[in-house]
C-alpha cells in the first residue's frame, strides 16, 4: 500500500461542549489491536499526519497493519464549539480533548490500550498526561513525539510577545481567531519564508501549498498568551493548571520515543534532547534526524519512510525490546 487508505469520519464531545473530529484509517489487514492516536500540534491540525506523499506517517502505520485515528482539536475548521466566541485554550487541548480523543479511540475499538504519537504541542500535550498522572495515562501502551520539548528558546518567540504586558494584551483577544490568516497568505508566501518549517529540498512545491490550505488552522489570543507563559517559564507543565511546582517533573509513565530534526528551528534538537534527559522513563529512546526541520519531519517528501520507520518500529516493539533499545541507546 503506498497511501493512506481512504479515512472514516466521526465525532465525539467533550464535557465542555465541543464537537471534535476523528478520522480513522483501517489497514488492509489488522496485525495489533491497539489503535494509534495521531495528535496535531499548535495552528496545524491532523491532516499533516496523512496529507504528505504516500500518506506520511499514517500511510507507514497502516501499512504495517496497524488502525490509525487522527484528531482535529477544538478550535479547527472541523470542530464545533458550544457556543459562538468560545474562548479556545491550549490548557483546555491538553486536559479536555486529548483525554476525550483517547476515550472515545478506546471506545469506538473496544480496545483497552492505546499508543499515541504526538507532533509539536501535541507531543508536548501527551507529555502532560503523562506528568499529571491522569488517569488515561495508564491506558497508553507506548507514544512516539517528534518536535516536542519541555522548553522553548526564547528567542523563537517575538520579543513583544514575551513581555506580560503584551501577552496579557494578547489574551484579552482569546476570543478572536485570526482567521484563515496563515492559509490565506501561506500560499502566497515562498516555502523560503517559513525557514523553521522547510528545509531546501525536503518538500515539493505542491505538497508545501496543500500543507498551507488543508493543514493549518486559524490561532487564538488566549492560545497566544499561554504560550507566551510558557516560554517565560521554561516549562511546559504552565498549560496544565496546577502541574508546574516547585519539584522536579518526575518521569512518563509509557515507554517513549522523541524524534526531532536536526535543522529544526522552531523545537530545536538541544530542547528535545534535554527533555528525554529529563521526563523520559528507562524504557525510552531518542532520534535526532540530519536535515530535517519542524514541518517537513511530516510532510516531506521522504518522511513517510524516514520518520514513520521509527513510529512504526517504535510502537510494534514489545515493551521488553523497547527498554533493551533504549539502554543501548
Partial sequence: MTHAPTPIDATFSTHDGWRLALRRFRPATLVDDVPVLCVHGHATNGWSWYGGPRGGVVGALTAAGRDVWTVDLRGAATT??????????????????????????????????????????????????GLAGHPLAARVRRAVTVGSPLAVASDVVPAPLRARAAAKAVGLLGRLPVCGLAARVGHRAPMGAFGTHFAPGRTDEGTYARFMKHGVTDVFGAELSELAAWVRAKDARVLWPGLLTSRAPGRLPFPTRFVVGADDGLTTAPAVTMTHRVIGCDASDLHVLPGYRHADILVGKDARADVGELVVGWLAAPASAAGAEAAAA
Fill in 80 to 129: 464545533t464549539p458550544p457556543r459562538k466566541g468560545a474562548t479556545v485554550r491550549i490548557a483546555d487541548k491538553a486536559g479536555v480533548d486529548l483525554p476525550a480523543a483517547i476515550e472515545a479511540v478506546l471506545a469506538r475499538t473496544g480496545a483497552s490500550r492505546v499508543d499515541l504519537v504526538g507532533h509539536s504541542l501535541g507531543g508536548v500535550m501527551i507529555y502532560l498526561l
